[in-house]
RNA sequence: GGCAUCAUGGCCGAGCGGCUAGGCAGAGGUCUGCAAAACCUUCCACAGCGGUUCGAAUCCGCUUGAUGCCUCCA
């Protein structure tokens, strides 16, 4: 029996404003498709809670044994700032700075964004396509666009006229807008356009001579609009409909309004039944992003050199310390905040570490299942991790509990408890053991500090605490923790 | 200016009408040669003002403050 059949999953519905049950709409299998980065410069850890967020998304849908299809594409053809004349192309600004070509730079941060994601344990998606290899397909949806009477040529480039979708369509829809307010509030925009109105986007854009990044095309040597690659790649890998789309809160207006439209001119249906927005990371109480320099890169923050943070954290924390709040909240990124949850995540990992040394009894003095029902209950309402934690907190406390025999548990309960402790540490968070992730912890380092405590354990024997204490005070300013328990010392690495 | 969203204890963060999460910090305790670590126990909330209700952090209105989008953005 599968799992999805027992557990039933709501999601937050972004163009609904409500929480839906979830019904993909092949039983046992599920399509989704996530906005991926736009490579010109290396993802900073706004960008990385995004794909964190539906990383989770991905192993829970995965852990109730749904069959996923997840795409998440790279967008290696660089868009305008602006869909007006004056705009430049971040990818060719990039490769003009560092005189390299365009694709070297597309190269050169597709491949930090995957190690990145990979230190973060994050799985990689089953289709990771680019907007450069779908240029044929963007064409013919233009061209279908075109022939359904939404789009116009002017000098070689192509736009969606929104105001003729709108007359029987609905423009505005998911973000809440409507295009009557628009058209009333357009800011006045001092360069001239060769669109019919503001609000029109860019389809097919004819390459300036100096535009480094063009494909030929029925209307000029040029480059496809941005909003046209999500469009193109979601309906070849997923089909006209599918389950869930995915990205920043940020694109929701206008990205992925605009990607409703062109879908719904060619294919005369919604493309999506769940739009799912993940919310912004902040720093200093404010948007990270790449253009302001308001950021901190994943690169900074594992290594410490920074200016925000007081220390080094790994990629587990920073993972632990995102899913502590739920993934349509905006998050602050602080130094405080960072230190809590990497002492609640240890100590999360220690008590999981501590199931094995448990003695089992005849009875058990919680109910297990239960408890695990609840865990189900938290992911199940819309991904809250946070809840999931707490759950997971509470376990914490009875296995502490155990092992100072407060508390009994009968064997099979324990291999409950283990299981489920297991399942949604490591198949759902995704987290890993910071024993392993920290592994400069080798065999090698392991036996000298045994010896050190040996040799401290004797001088104490000996109450010559002053070399006793002299080890474990040496040890601990080179980052080695002792720690006297009840059967014997053990050390950390700080 | 327009459209949204949000405001919870010292800090982070759940909550979606009654049973008032969780983590960190603080306090008390256990352990210890002393510590640290670990563990146990525990204090502290719902921006302000009205309203609806038997009952509101939770619903409605107003006020104040913050953020996001309206141009590339996760």
Redesign the pocket.
Known sequence: MELHNTQSLFIYNSIS?K?EKFNPINKGAVGMYV????VYSN??M??C???LSFDLVFRYLKHLDYKVRYVRNI?DAG?????GES?QD?IAKKARQENIEPMEVVQKYTVDFHQTMSRFNALPPSIEPTATGHIIEQIQIIENIIKEGYGYKVNGSVYFDVNTFNKDHQYGKL????LE??I????ELAAQSEKKN?QD?ALWKKASPEHIMRWPSPWSDGFPG?HLECTAMSTKYLGQQFDIHG?????????HECEIAQAEAVNKKSPVNYWMH?????LN???????TGN?ILPDELFSGENTVLSKAFTPGVAKF?MY???Y?????F?N??L???E?????LM??YRNISSITTADSSSNDISSWKQSCYDAMN??F?S??L??Q???A??YI??L??G?TSITKEDLDLLQQTMQAFIFDVLGLTDITTEASGTNDTLCGAVELLIEL?DQA?AN?D?AT??KI?NDL?EVGI??????DGTSF?LN
């Open positions: 404003k929480k906005c991926g980065p736009t993802v900073h706004g960008n809670r995004t794909f967008t868009h305008l700032e602006n869909d705009g971040p973000s809440g807008r409507k307010d628009m009333t509030n357009t800011r503001p986007f941005w990205g920043g809160m940020d694109l929701k207006f206008p990205h993940a919310n912004m990371l902040t109480g404010k948007k990270m992003a790449k253009s950021n310390f502590q709040a739920q349509r909240s905006i998050l602050d602080s405080e905040a230190v809590a949850s002492k609640g995540y240890n100590k220690d008590a309402d819309d809250n946070p809840i934690i707490a997971l907190f509470e914490v406390k502490n509990t092992k100072e407060k401290r104490r109450k605490f006793s204490d474990r601990q923790q002792l720690k006297d328990g009840k950390s």
